[in-house]
């Protein structure tokens, strides 16, 4: 099995060419938004545009809700695709989704830019941002039991096999998520310290926590994650790197589970060892 990933800021237009790049790349299998899609049908997974708000959403999208990503491994390891292409918003969100559902590594990453104009982009945002548009890679049909109520219209997607035939690829679906409805969410830097201070905090071997730094990795307005760092004083008479790793994977869960946003990096500075009288 062999996986591949197209990568692009949110309202670019991935989903819109997912079945394009599929073909081209000979993947038989697309995971977009929490789904696994296989010829046109889902075979598992919950879409994210079910949920009803953005954290939501994104928790679902990188298959961080309990239960989900066991579900699709599940699916993979049953139909056994060739090529898998999975779509994300940025790099480290494909390789978080290829280890979450225990794929291979990704073998190679389409961006965005690489098969879209400007304007094309340009266009794709608009319809996203003012129109609260968003597409999903499956037929109406498909989609129907899935999304019972939403307005939903049917794309039909063709690739050009000569100048006078076309050969149909499939059909896409325009949905409007619950979430679009709603205004702009902004987690502050303050609720995210005070995850990571909960989290180091409770340790019993971390005597004091001190300095916690959050910073983001911006591409344009597109927010790609965090990268988070703080001082530390341990008690004495630990082996200090397994409790740090242990801690940085602790701190990586619960920010991405509460927030539904992407840590980067997080780096631990043991400053001093507390050693009791």
């Keep these: 099995m062999e996986v591949i990933a197209l990568v692009g800021a949110s309202g670019t237009g991935k989903s819109h060419r997912a079945l394009i790049v599929a073909h081209e790349n000979n993947a038989d299998a697309i995971i977009d938004d929490g789904i696994l899609i296989e010829h046109g049908k889902i075979i598992a997974g919950t879409s994210a545009k079910k949920e009803k708000n953005r954290i939501m959403a994104v928790k679902r999208a990188i298959f961080v809700l309990p239960g989900h990503a066991e ?127 909960s ?10 926590v001190g300095a916690i730094k959050v910073s983001h990795r911006y591409e344009g307005e597109e927010d790609r994650g965090l990268d988070i760092s703080c001082e530390i004083t341990l008690s004495y008479g630990n082996h200090i790197p397994t409790l740090i790793e242990q801690t940085q994977n602790k701190v990586c869960e619960a920010v991405e589970f509460m927030t539904g946003m992407i840590v980067n990096s997080i780096n631990i500075a043991v400053r001093a060892l507390y050693v009791e009288a």
């Design 71 to 197: 579900e699709v491994a599940a699916a993979v390891k049953e139909t056994q695709p060739r090529r898998i292409l999975i779509i994300g918003t940025s790099e480290n969100m494909v390789h978080k989704i290829a280890r979450a559902l225990e794929l291979p590594s990704i073998q190679k990453i389409i961006h965005i830019e690489d098969i879209a104009t400007r304007s094309e982009i340009e266009e794709a945002r608009f319809h996203r941002l003012k129109e609260g548009k968003h597409i999903i890679p499956v037929p109406t049909i498909e989609l129907k039991p899935h999304f019972s109520g939403y307005l939903i219209d049917p794309i039909q997607s063709f690739f050009k096999r000569s100048r006078t035939k076309r050969r149909r690829l499939g059909e896409k679906s325009i949905v409007r998520p619950i979430f679009s409805y709603y205004g702009k969410l902004v987690i502050d830097d303050s609720a995210i310290r005070s995850i990571v201070w």
């Design 199 to 208: 989290v180091i905090g409770g340790k019993s071997f971390v005597h004091k």
